[in-house]
Nanobody, 121 residues
Protein backbone atom coordinates (compact mmCIF):
# COMPACT_ATOMS: atom_id res chain seq x y z
CA UNK A 1 0.00 0.00 0.00
CA UNK A 2 1.56 3.25 -1.15
CA UNK A 3 1.36 6.15 1.25
CA UNK A 4 2.46 9.76 0.83
CA UNK A 5 3.36 11.44 4.09
CA UNK A 6 3.74 15.20 4.20
CA UNK A 7 5.48 17.31 6.76
CA UNK A 8 6.64 20.87 7.25
CA UNK A 9 3.46 22.92 7.33
CA UNK A 10 2.63 25.45 10.01
CA UNK A 11 2.10 29.08 10.89
CA UNK A 12 4.52 31.68 9.55
CA UNK A 13 4.60 35.43 9.34
CA UNK A 14 4.46 37.49 6.17
CA UNK A 15 7.74 37.12 4.30
CA UNK A 16 8.72 33.95 6.10
CA UNK A 17 9.73 30.58 4.70
CA UNK A 18 8.63 26.98 5.02
CA UNK A 19 9.82 23.76 3.47
CA UNK A 20 7.32 21.01 2.84
CA UNK A 21 8.36 17.39 2.39
CA UNK A 22 6.50 14.49 0.87
CA UNK A 23 7.81 10.98 1.39
CA UNK A 24 6.41 8.05 -0.55
CA UNK A 25 6.49 4.70 1.19
CA UNK A 26 5.38 1.25 0.14
CA UNK A 27 6.03 1.80 -3.53
CA UNK A 28 7.96 -0.72 -5.57
CA UNK A 29 8.64 1.90 -8.23
CA UNK A 30 9.89 5.45 -8.20
CA UNK A 31 7.42 8.21 -8.78
CA UNK A 32 7.54 9.57 -12.31
CA UNK A 33 5.67 12.78 -11.63
CA UNK A 34 5.75 14.58 -8.30
CA UNK A 35 3.74 17.67 -7.54
CA UNK A 36 2.29 20.01 -4.99
CA UNK A 37 -1.27 21.32 -5.02
CA UNK A 38 -3.00 23.65 -2.64
CA UNK A 39 -6.58 24.35 -1.71
CA UNK A 40 -7.73 27.44 0.11
CA UNK A 41 -11.16 27.63 1.80
CA UNK A 42 -13.90 28.10 -0.77
CA UNK A 43 -11.50 27.72 -3.69
CA UNK A 44 -10.66 24.94 -6.10
CA UNK A 45 -7.57 22.83 -5.71
CA UNK A 46 -4.77 24.23 -7.84
CA UNK A 47 -1.47 22.89 -9.11
CA UNK A 48 1.40 25.05 -7.97
CA UNK A 49 4.53 23.00 -8.71
CA UNK A 50 5.45 19.82 -10.56
CA UNK A 51 8.67 17.97 -11.32
CA UNK A 52 9.34 14.81 -13.27
CA UNK A 53 12.17 12.34 -13.54
CA UNK A 54 13.75 14.43 -16.29
CA UNK A 55 13.89 17.36 -13.86
CA UNK A 56 11.40 19.36 -15.91
CA UNK A 57 9.78 21.84 -13.56
CA UNK A 58 6.51 23.67 -13.72
CA UNK A 59 5.69 26.49 -11.32
CA UNK A 60 2.45 28.44 -11.20
CA UNK A 61 3.05 32.05 -12.17
CA UNK A 62 2.02 33.41 -8.80
CA UNK A 63 4.75 31.43 -7.01
CA UNK A 64 7.60 31.82 -9.50
CA UNK A 65 10.61 33.42 -7.88
CA UNK A 66 9.34 32.47 -4.41
CA UNK A 67 8.73 28.70 -4.46
CA UNK A 68 10.89 25.87 -5.69
CA UNK A 69 10.28 22.16 -6.08
CA UNK A 70 12.97 19.53 -5.83
CA UNK A 71 13.25 15.80 -5.37
CA UNK A 72 15.40 13.11 -3.83
CA UNK A 73 14.86 10.17 -6.12
CA UNK A 74 16.90 7.80 -3.99
CA UNK A 75 14.45 8.27 -1.12
CA UNK A 76 11.31 8.81 -3.21
CA UNK A 77 10.84 12.17 -1.53
CA UNK A 78 10.10 15.59 -2.91
CA UNK A 79 10.08 19.04 -1.44
CA UNK A 80 8.47 22.44 -1.79
CA UNK A 81 10.61 25.32 -0.62
CA UNK A 82 8.44 28.35 -0.02
CA UNK A 83 9.99 31.77 0.50
CA UNK A 84 8.57 35.27 0.80
CA UNK A 85 5.26 33.83 1.90
CA UNK A 86 2.16 35.95 1.60
CA UNK A 87 -1.26 35.68 3.28
CA UNK A 88 -2.63 34.61 -0.12
CA UNK A 89 -0.50 31.47 0.17
CA UNK A 90 -2.57 30.28 3.12
CA UNK A 91 -4.07 26.91 2.20
CA UNK A 92 -3.91 23.20 2.71
CA UNK A 93 -0.99 21.90 0.67
CA UNK A 94 -1.23 18.41 -0.76
CA UNK A 95 1.45 16.38 -2.43
CA UNK A 96 0.71 14.22 -5.44
CA UNK A 97 2.65 11.42 -7.02
CA UNK A 98 2.19 9.35 -10.15
CA UNK A 99 4.00 6.11 -10.80
CA UNK A 100 3.99 3.62 -13.63
CA UNK A 101 3.34 0.14 -12.34
CA UNK A 102 5.63 -2.05 -14.43
CA UNK A 103 3.80 -5.20 -13.36
CA UNK A 104 0.35 -4.11 -14.46
CA UNK A 105 1.42 -1.45 -16.99
CA UNK A 106 -0.90 1.06 -15.39
CA UNK A 107 -0.39 4.57 -14.11
CA UNK A 108 -1.28 5.01 -10.48
CA UNK A 109 -1.99 8.30 -8.72
CA UNK A 110 -1.48 9.02 -5.05
CA UNK A 111 -2.27 11.92 -2.74
CA UNK A 112 -0.95 12.99 0.61
CA UNK A 113 -3.26 13.83 3.48
CA UNK A 114 -2.56 17.56 3.29
CA UNK A 115 -0.71 19.95 5.55
CA UNK A 116 -1.93 23.36 6.62
CA UNK A 117 0.13 26.43 5.79
CA UNK A 118 -1.02 29.67 7.37
CA UNK A 119 0.65 32.99 6.65
CA UNK A 120 -0.18 35.81 9.04
CA UNK A 121 0.12 39.47 8.20
Amino acid sequence: QVELVESGGGLVQLGGSLRLSCAASGSAFSMTIMAWYRQAPGKQRELIARINTSENIYLKDSVKGRFDISRDSANNTWYLQMNSLEPEDTAVYLCYGREFDKETFKWRDYWGQGTQVTVSS
